[in-house]
């Protein structure tokens, strides 16, 4: 019987993370490469990418940056290209570029104050342009690349609010005007759960898995009275640290999980079990 942690070695692989400068995919990408594999940051933000993969190098994972723009066609395939012109494959994808207002002391919360009655629709649009077409177009691209190898790997990442519907109450300030989660993030969540289940079932047959990874809220410098109200949300008591996902990237990614497609891995610290 092969010794159960070699199942988690993705020792030459090439795995592409999209939002790879971001914080949890600078996580992700991190952990994919102790794990093995060679590692492609794709961002929107060329500079962070090229900071991040310096840093990786220096920790001994080979690693390179790649500028995407997720909503344009022509960039996504760019992006696929130059991965494999690289590093000669691409067998794994994690599809973690997304829009996500943050409720932390570094983001102005000006942008949180539209209920949902008068969310511009400009800013839906873009949401959906970004959260769920830049993952179609990122999945697409990939897709092609992993039939001519025979087998690949694609991790979606949704949310505990592609779940269930945030609660509303948590982001409220005594003496100041509502704030909300916008409508687009909920909704662009759920879809990427709709856009997992189907590619699975579309590759049924192939060697290519699909499956989506639900993390619940990342503790990212927030206020206190944000971090209590969260908190007490969920069943451990707390957020998550930003590495406490990458014990899941790495187990969806690697050949620990081969019997595992169109599922979803819920790691929330309990927030959706009661």
Not at 67 to 83: F, G, I, K, L
Not at 195 to 208: C, K, N, P, Q, V
Request: proline share 3%; net charge negative; glycine share 8%.
């Amino acid at each position: 019987m092969p010794y159960v942690l070699e199942k988690f070695s993705l020792d030459g692989r090439t795995a592409l993370v999209t939002g790879g400068a971001g914080l949890l995919g600078k996580q992700f990408t991190g952990a994919l490469g102790q794990a093995g594999a060679k590692v492609v940051v794709s961002d929107l933000d060329s500079s962070a990418a090229e900071k991040h993969v310096e840093e990786l190098r220096h920790k001994g994972i080979q690693a390179m940056a790649v500028t995407v723009d997720v909503t344009n066609p022509e960039s996504v395939s760019n992006m696929v290209e130059q991965a494999v012109s690289a590093f000669g494959s691409l067998d794994v994808l994690v599809n973690s570029a997304a829009l996500d207002p943050k409720f932390d002391k570094k983001n102005d919360n000006d942008q949180y104050d539209y209920s949902f009655e008068n969310y511009p629709l400009e800013s839906w649009k873009n949401a959906l342009d970004v959260n769920l077409t830049g993952m179609f177009l990122a999945c697409q691209a990939s897709a092609r690349q992993m039939l001519t190898q025979k087998a690949g790997v694609i991790i979606n990442i949704c949310s505990i609010y592609g779940v269930v519907g945030p609660d509303q109450r948590i982001y409220q300030r005594k003496d100041e005007e509502n704030q909300y989660k916008p409508i687009y993030y909920s909704v662009t969540k759920a879809g990427v759960l709709g856009l997992t289940r189907y590619l699975a079932a579309y590759y049924a047959g192939s060697s290519i898995r699909v499956n989506a990874l639900t993390p619940g809220g990342i503790y990212n410098d927030h206020d206190e009275q944000f971090l209590k109200a969260y908190s007490s949300k969920t069943v451990l008591g707390r957020m998550a640290n930003s590495d406490e996902m990458n014990g899941a990237i790495v187990f969806l990614a690697s050949d620990a999980s081969s019997y595992m497609t169109g599922a979803n891995l819920i790691v929330d610290g309990g927030w959706t079990a009661w």
